[in-house]
């Protein structure tokens, strides 16, 4: 959540009659954090821990419009289930994708049916943003959303 608030602060200061919206994610396996990976070892080292496992991906967002006095945090969790794979099979994943800027090494909109056997809950959230849940809040705060 704290690195959500950052970020959206460090904008919302320039824009203040703005609505600056912030996001971090991580995944959580056994209690464990997994952030970006900082190599390509480190990634696959993630993937290797996560596979044949579910895990939670939580995505923490903060919504910022100084004009307005509000500042609204918020996170949002969702269950993946990864497929089993082989080492040759993770190298394969990983050589598709840039997994140094994602959280848990890996990206569900990119190739992810391939080592993502289901998910509970947010497809967005898992990409980072859970857009379902953003959408409700800005309705609760009487901010228009236009369809799509």
Known sequence: MQNAQR???A????HPES???GADTI???DGRIFGK????????RMLQQLVGRRHEVITAVCLIHRSLDTEIT???TTRVWMRSLSRDQIGEYL?????LDKAGAYAIQEHGEGIVERIEGSFSNVMGLPT????ATLEKLGMAVSPG
């Open 7 to 9: 970020k959206a602060r």
């Open 11 to 14: 904008v919302a200061g320039r």
């Open 19 to 21: 609505l600056i919206i």
């Open 27 to 29: 995944v959580v396996l």
């Open 37 to 44: 990976p900082r190599d390509p070892a480190e990634a696959g």
């Open 74 to 76: 918020f996170t949002d």
């Open 95 to 99: 050589n598709k994708i840039d997994p």
């Open 132 to 135: 379902e849940r953003l959408r």
